[in-house]
C-alpha cells in the first residue's frame, strides 16, 4: 500500500509500497505528484527499471527532453543522459561528473527543465551523493523586507561565465560557444506554475548578477542569498543505493553533486529530464 513520508522536516518525500514498473492508480499518483510539488523531491527506493521503463514513468510527471550532450546519451534510449565514470573500448560511456556546485539544470536556458528523475544504477562504496536544497524554504525564511526588496529583481545568467565553476577541466567556450551562449534573465522569485507558490531562484557558486548591476555590485546580496538557500535546515544530503531514484522539481530545488574515487570505484547513474516549457502534468 502506498505510504509517503517525510524525508526530513525541510525537504522531500520518501515514497513506500510501490512499484514504478508496474500500474500506479490515478488516485496513488495524485498523491505522489502533490508530493513532489509540495515537498520539491521524492525518493522511491529498491526499483528495478529498463531504460524504456525509466522514460515511461518520467513521463507520468510531463513531456521529457534532452537538452544535453547527446554523445552521453543512452544508446537504446536518447532521452537518458549517462552519469559515469565507466568506459568501455577505452571510451567513457557518460559524463564523469556532472553538477558539482549547487544549480538548478538547464538555468541557462530560456526554459529551464521542469524537473530531472536519477536513477542509481551502480553506487561507490563512499561519496557520491547528491545535495538537494528547497527552494520554497529558503525563500520563505527571508524577512518580509527582504522578499520585498528582491520580488522585483532579475538574475541574470551566463553560461560563459557559469562554465569554469561547473566545468573546471573543461577547455574555455570556443569563439563559436561564446556567441551561441546569450545570457538569460530570471526573475530571483520563481512563481511556481503549478501551485502558485514562490522559491528563491539564486543559483550557487558561481558568479550570477542581478540585472542592472556589475557582478561586483550584485555579489553581496546573491552571495547572502546563496548562502541562505543551502542552510542545513533546507538541505538533504542523500547517500545513494542501488535501485534508489530520485525525482527533483527544477522550479523549487537546487542540487549539488558529491566527488567519489573515479580511478579505484564505479559510479552509474541514469538521468531523464522533463521539460518546463509550458510545463502540465499529461493526461493519465
Ligand atoms: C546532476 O547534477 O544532475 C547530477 C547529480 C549527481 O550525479 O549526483
Redesign the pocket.
Given at each position: 500500500m502506498l505510504e509517503l513520508r517525510p524525508i526530513t522536516e525541510g525537504i522531500g518525500t520518501e515514497v513506500l509500497g510501490i512499484d514504478v514498473t508496474e500500474k500506479i492508480s490515478n488516485t496513488d499518483f495524485d498523491r505522489i505528484y502533490e508530493a513532489w510539488i509540495d515537498t520539491t523531491i521524492l525518493l522511491i527506493r529498491g526499483q528495478d527499471m529498463t531504460p524504456d521503463q525509466h522514460v515511461d514513468f518520467t513521463r507520468r510527471f510531463g513531456e521529457v527532453f534532452s537538452y544535453t550532450r547527446s554523445k552521453f546519451n543512452e544508446q537504446e534510449r536518447p532521452e537518458i543522459l549517462v552519469?559515469s565514470n565507466i568506459t568501455k573500448n577505452g571510451k567513457p560511456i557518460g559524463s564523469p561528473y556532472?553538477?558539482r556546485v549547487w544549480?538548478s539544470?538547464g538555468a541557462y536556458l530560456e526554459n529551464p527543465p521542469a524537473g530531472?528523475m536519477?536513477y542509481a544504477r551502480e553506487v561507490p562504496p563512499v561519496g557520491?551523493d547528491?545535495w538537494f536544497g528547497n527552494m520554497f524554504g529558503a525563500y520563505e525564511a527571508l524577512p518580509e523586507e527582504l522578499k520585498a526588496r528582491i520580488e522585483d529583481l532579475k538574475v541574470v545568467i551566463s553560461r560563459v561565465r557559469s562554465r569554469p565553476y561547473n566545468y573546471p577541466d573543461r577547455p574555455a567556450p570556443t569563439e563559436q560557444e561564446r556567441a551561441e551562449w546569450v545570457d538569460v534573465s530570471h526573475p530571483m522569485v520563481r512563481v511556481h506554475e503549478v501551485s502558485g507558490r514562490k522559491a528563491l531562484n539564486v543559483g550557487g557558486n558561481v558568479p550570477w548578477r542581478i540585472e542592472g548591476m556589475s557582478e561586483d555590485e550584485s555579489a553581496p546580496l546573491i552571495t547572502f542569498l546563496q548562502e541562505v538557500a543551502v542552510l542545513p535546515r533546507f538541505t538533504y544530503r542523500h547517500r545513494w543505493q542501488v535501485g534508489d531514484i530520485i525525482l527533483w522539481d527544477n522550479r523549487s530545488a537546487m542540487?549539488r553533486?558529491t566527488p567519489y574515487d573515479e580511478t579505484g570505484t564505479r559510479r552509474l547513474?541514469h538521468?531523464t529530464t522533463i521539460t518546463g516549457a509550458r510545463s502540465v502534468r499529461p493526461a493519465a
Open positions: 552519469l556532472s553538477g544549480h539544470d530531472s536519477l557520491g547528491t542540487h553533486a547513474m538521468r
